[in-house]
């Protein structure tokens, strides 16, 4: 929670300094860069905001996994929030500081992918429980349709997950009535 009250009061000090460069006009009338960069800032801190009220949301629940999850998501967005201010306060500077965050978003991203794994699995599974596996495998292959080989093969991925999820809720069925049976 530290880390994020630093956040916090350094997107508030670069707003700050972002005012003061731009007294005379709008940095989105001035240059396109500007004007990209200050969209790119408005989505970021608004999915910056979101990812920490989901984080604070979920703090009350028992999976900590996905709260160190979303604490992560939201570190990242919160910092690259402060990195496009500095690309439009100092942009020989922010340049720097968004190649040392572009390095601890590949570490991040490397070591939350046994979790990320897990989170989508667990996702096909909810929706396969929710919509039925017919319904899923006729979605992902109507969106499917004309797209590239990975894409293709994350589809038969797909099936095959839902196909073993499918099997092993059958053999826990039967092994329960296996169970009931009276001897």
Known sequence: ?????????????????????????????????????????????????????????????????FVE????ISLLLGTLASVLELLILFPPFGWVTLFFWSICFVTLAIKSYQYSKTLCESAVAA??????????????????????????????KLKDLIKRRRSSADHDETKDQNKELPV
Request: proline share 1%; glycine share 8%; with cysteine.
């Open 69 to 72: 999850f979303m604490n992560n």
């Open 1 to 65: 929670m530290a880390l994020h009250k630093c956040i916090f009061f350094l997107i508030t000090i670069l707003g700050l300094c972002l005012q003061l460069k731009f007294t005379t006009a709008s940095p989105f009338v001035l240059d396109y860069r500007n004007t990209v960069l200050m969209r790119l800032f408005i989505i970021d801190i608004s999915a910056y905001c979101g990812s920490f009220g989901v984080m604070i949301i979920q703090t009350n629940h028992s999976n900590t996994d």
């Open 127 to 156: 929706l396969v429980v929710t919509l039925g596996e017919f319904q899923v495998v006729k979605l992902m292959k109507g969106s499917l349709m004309g797209s590239s080989a990975v894409i293709g093969h994350a589809y038969d």
